[in-house]
């Protein structure tokens, strides 16, 4: 779709909300209208080398165009997608630094079904699956978008974590720098002798989201263990799926009982290791979750070990880690819908037997 329209100004606009240096013509792109990266002048696709034998200077280039993406697909989240963002932690001071996820509009006082996205760790923020293919094919394949055109229309409300958003950037001044050398011990070398040079940028850990384990706990805590929703259902992408299973073993009883489907995407998740002998996680993971796996198979067809038993496995339709989300979304939607459902008949007529025997009794 439209995600092109009215983008010709390009990404440009954004410049103000990240430091740029250098001169600016080598980050004239612009989405076309289908989502497609183009230059401004030449229109040709994104090219990594830009500058020949020039490896530094590319590889800014690239964080600087992605800071920019990540810019344009919040932007996108509430203006095409007619979502919230919502500040977290909640009780946070004015001038604490926050950090923040996505969340439909009608909020989770509404009885439906939610559904939660988990995308996999690294420079990519809320929205995104991959940046490599947001950048070389489109925002189509590479964002989040689909899904949550796809969860609006047929779940109800919706939940997209930030999982990545863990730390803010302090510049400081050297002396500064000096008095916090206890806390930097982890991350320079020992002798202190580089300590200047590594910490010139400080990183500040957001309170309750430092990890994205402990944002996705810090979530589920405030926002979607208290939902009315009756279905709750994750998608999991790469390390999504290991965070999803570290909040199950917190979390045991109150995520079994909420969550009724999980959607595994070539994730990273080992539920012997992470569940160790826990049988009850074990047996609700069969009957509740489903992996997607990288696959020269058609999507959907069964595939991989039986020995790993901790969930249905079926291909993703592709081989490619980044492009499975997008390759999955059909089957993994049929499969959320199918698991609803059950649950749904699973949840009543149990009930209505119980009433009548009581009535007959």
Sequence with gaps: GGSGVGMMEGLLRFKMDVEISQNMEDLEYYFNENGELRHMLTKKPFVYSYYKKEHERNHKRYKMLGKLITLHVYELLEKECNLERIPIPIDAKEEEPKSFFFMSKEGLGVPTSLLVL?????????GQWGQKVIFHHSLEKGTQIPYIKTALREYGSLIVLNPNDNFVE???????????????SMSVPCDGSDLLRTSRKLLIPKRCCSSPEEHTSYVWDHFISTSAAKNVAFIAHGYGGLVFLDLLCKKRKEVMSKVCA???????HHSQHQARTDPEIQTWMHTNCRSWVLSNKPLDRPTGSLMKFDCPKVSAGTENHELAPYKSLSSIFRFLTRSSKTRRLSNFPSQTIVTRRTKRN
């Design 118 to 126: 988990l995308q996999d760790k690294g420079v990519i923020r809320a």
């Design 170 to 184: 302090m510049k400081e001044e050297p002396h500064l720098i000096i008095k916090k050398e206890e806390e930097l």
């Design 262 to 268: 999980v959607a595994f995407i070539d994730s990273r």
